[in-house]
């Protein structure tokens, strides 16, 4: 999942969906112009092909750069801290945005009970590749299948299925 998809199960949460919206909106257009500026610099600086082959060309990016009077030499650690909680923080948004999708799947009234069902099957699931280049390239499918899956077929599928509550009552 990219991370907007969440926006769609917490905005029945929301007092007023219209300042969010707007709010969201804007979020969004700045983490998707920010990427852009990233991936430009990235391929100016390395090239396409040598930019493809980096694991990790935004801290290439930023290792190569020479900053005048900068006091931090090894920014490595810093950047790898604060990425580790961008995870962290966005892996807890998917758990919980899992969680009220199975509680209502289920009829479970706490969302928490839901929650503690998904952390074997993340667990098993991080059991499954044997190296950070298998993790990535099975990420990339995944959010690709996901991706494909919240923009194509879960828009239709809620319409048909509003179409049959609909005639149903």
């Not at 900053?67 to 995870?87: D, N």
């Not at 509680?103 to 099957?121: R, V």
């Amino acid at each position: 999942m990219s991370g907007f998809e969440v926006l769609f199960l917490l905005f029945p949460f929301i007092r007023r969906p219209d300042k969010a919206l707007k709010s969201s909106l804007i979020a969004i257009s700045f983490i998707t112009l920010l990427y852009v500026i990233i991936f430009i610099q990235c391929i100016a600086r390395f090239g396409v092909d040598y930019t493809s082959t980096l694991l990790y060309p935004t801290l290439s990016l930023i290792k190569s750069s020479d900053i005048p009077g900068a006091f931090i030499e090894g920014i490595e650690g810093l950047l790898f801290s604060l990425w580790i909680v961008l995870i962290f923080t966005t892996i807890v948004m998917l758990i919980f945005a899992y969680s009220i999708v199975g509680s209502n799947l289920i009829k479970q009234k706490e969302i928490k009970h839901t929650a503690i069902l998904f952390l074997p099957i993340i667990y098993v699931i991080s059991l499954i590749p044997d190296s950070i280049a298998e993790t990535f390239e099975l990420t990339d499918k995944l959010v690709m299948f996901l991706g494909y899956y919240t923009i194509i077929a879960l828009p239709i599928l809620m319409f048909i299925a509003s179409k049959i509550k609909g005639a149903r009552g």
